[in-house]
């Protein structure tokens, strides 16, 4: 039986990597630096309560593989963990402290869906910016598209990797549906 722990997450500005400033100044123009700050304190929250959780499992973590939301198949995974946890990123400070415990990294996610997503993002919030160019609706059907060849590469990935016996932990957005995707065999348990 192969297990996975599905631990939807709400990303930090750390995670945002370039993209920081620019979401940061959107979301603060639309709900004001106030709103901002809570948002700030509500996601580190999130992140004190995961970790929680993640601490009581009694894991075997030899038999552990670990799936993050936007670390690309590219045999540079721990080197991009590592750099985002030096940076102050919550949830790559926990995968590495699960890999001292003895987890394996996998890589998760398809290099060019992830491109795709990023250019997607840069042309929503220009758009929001700039009233001519696409509308509204044809960029958010684009992004429900994205999202939906991701969560089935993930899905693909997991059923790929995650060995019988194993259990796998999968930190993923809140707004992915991965768990659609995964095959029967693989019991899935909700952290949250």
Known sequence: MRKLI???IVHTQVDMGSMQEAV???YIKRYGKAKWARHIKAIDKMWEGINKKLKVLK???KRVKIYQDGLPVCGMELEIVKEI???GGKNHKIVLDLLGKGATLEGTEDTNLLLSEYNYIKTTIQEGKDSRGKSLENLKEKGKDILA?????IAKRINE????????ICFIGAGHKVDKYLPKDIKVAYLI
Request: no cysteine.
């Open 161 to 168: 990797t995650l060995n019988d016996g194993w259990t796998g």
């Open 85 to 87: 946890a030096n940076r």
């Open 59 to 61: 894991l075997d973590y």
């Open 6 to 8: 599905y631990v939807p």
């Open 149 to 153: 060849s991701r969560d089935r590469f």
């Open 24 to 26: 940061e100044s959107e």
